[in-house]
C-alpha cells in the first residue's frame, strides 16, 4: 500500500474529495468509529467492507445512532442517498488510511515531529507495547494501541486517537503476509522501529521462517530509509543478522547478555519472573510477569525509557507494578491450582518457550493444556508433533490436547497414557467439571481460535 500511503497529503482518497478536505471534517468529529453498536456521539463513522460484514449497510443507522458524518463507498447502495451527512468515497478502508497518515504527519511536539514508536514481531509484541506505554507514561502523555489493534484497521485507528495532548506514540503492527508491514509503516511513519523477535507463525502466509524474518524485516527497511533508529535485542542471532544485512542501520542495543544479566531462578515464594545483575547484587527487577522469554520485553522497554530520557529508577518501578492482562502470561491462583495462562496466542516458538518454562516450575503436579497452533499451514502437522516431543522434558503429570491438528500429531506420535485428547476448548471444559484437579500446576495455552480462557473456571 505505500502507492496510497503517498498519495495521503493531497490526493482524493476515493470519489471526489481531498484527504485534507477530509480531514476538515475529522477536526470537527469526536473521533472516529468503524462499529455503529459503539457509536458515543458526534464521530466520523467509516463503512468498512470485509468478507462478511459490509458497513455501508449500517451507514444511516450509525447517524441515526449519534455519528455526525458516515464515510461511506460510492459504489454502495446507501450513496445514492442525498443526504449531507454522507462523505462517498471510492474505498472508505483506504480513505481511513490516508486520512490517518495525514493526521500523523501534521503531529508535532514542541515544533518538532512527534515521534512514532512502531514494533513488531513473532511473539511478545503487545506485552512489549504495554510495557513501554507503561514506562514512558513516568514523563509523557502515551497514544499506544489498544488491545491488538495491529492492523490495516487498527494501527489508522491508533493513529487517529493522537491528540494535541500527545508526546509520543507506541503503534504495534501485526502481520500475517509479505508486504503486511511495509503497508502499516507507510501509514504511521515511525520514527524508531523494534522487532522483539522472529519465530515460526503465519507459516501459510509468510512460506517459511526466512519469509517471516523477511517480512518483519520490511520495519528494518523503512527505518534504514528514513535514517532513523531501532531498538535492537544484541542477544537474538536472528535479529542482529537481520540488522547486518541493512550495514547503515543505527541501532539501540539491550539484552540479558549484553547487559550483563540473567533471570533470576523461579521459586515458591518468587513464581514471577526476576532479572538480576551478574556484577550487582543488589540489583534485581520483580516483574507480575511469566516466564523467563518476557525477560527480552522488559529490557526492551527499559531500552526505549533510557532513550527518551525516562530515569533507570523511574522505568523500573513501573515495569515493576505492571500486571498483564487478557490471558497474556499471567499467573493466576485459583482455591485448588495455579496457572499460567497464555492463552491468547500460540505458534511454535511461544509454544516451546512455555514449555521451557514449565520445565524450570518446580511443582509436584505439572498439567500442560494446549489447544492447536494455528496457520501454519503444511508444515502444522509436523510442528505440532515436535511440540508433543518437548512436552517430556517438562516432566508433565498429564497432558489436555485440543484440536484437529494436535489429533493429526497424536496420530503419528503413538499413545502415552498421561495424553488425553479433546475435539475443543468446550469439550475439556466438560471433562475439567468432572475430574476436579487440585494441588497442580497448569500451563494454559493455544491460538486465540481456541478459546483456551474457556477451561479457566474448571480449574
Known sequence: MTQKGEKADSAAPGGSME???????FSRCNGVSTDSRTLKGGELFFALKGENFDGNVYAMAALDAG??????????????SDDSRLIKVDDTLEALQCLARYHR?????????????????????????????????????????????????????????????????VVEMGASHPGDISELVSIALPNYGLITNVGKAHLAGFGSFEGVKKAKGELYDYIQRTADKVFLNVDSRDLTDMAAQRPDLSVIPYGLEYQGLYVAAADENHPFMRIASHGNQEFMIETNLVGSYNAANVLA?????????????????????????????QMMKT???????????ANPTSMSAALQNMKTVNARNKILMLGDMLELGKDSVGEHLDIIRQMDSTGFARAYLVGNEFRKALEQYGSDERIFWFRDSAALYDALENEHLSESVILVKGSRGMRMEKVISAL
Do not use: C, H, Q
Open 19 to 25: 484527504t485534507g478536505e477530509l480531514y476538515g471534517i
Open 67 to 80: 455519528a455526525k458524518y458516515a464515510v461511506v463507498d460510492s459504489g454502495s447502495e446507501v450513496a445514492s
Open 105 to 169: 504527519s501534521r503531529s508535532f511536539v514542541n515544533g518538532k515531529p512527534l515521534p512514532v514508536i512502531a514494533l513488531t514481531g513473532t511473539n511478545g509484541k503487545t506485552t512489549t507495547k504495554e510495557l513501554i506505554r507503561a514506562v514512558l507514561s513516568v514523563k509523557y502523555n502515551v497514544t499506544a494501541t489498544e488491545g491488538n489493534l495491529n492492523n490495516s484497521i487498527g494501527v489508522p485507528l491508533t493513529l487517529l486517537k493522537i491528540s494535541a495532548d500527545t508526546e509520543v506514540a
Open 301 to 329: 522497554a527499559l531500552a526505549v525509557g533510557k532513550e527518551f530520557g525516562v530515569s533507570m529508577e523511574d522505568a523500573v518501578r513501573a515495569v515493576e507494578t505492571y500486571v498483564p492482562s487478557n490471558s497474556r502470561s
Open 335 to 345: 482455591e485448588r491450582n495455579i496457572l499460567i495462562v497464555d492463552a491468547y496466542n
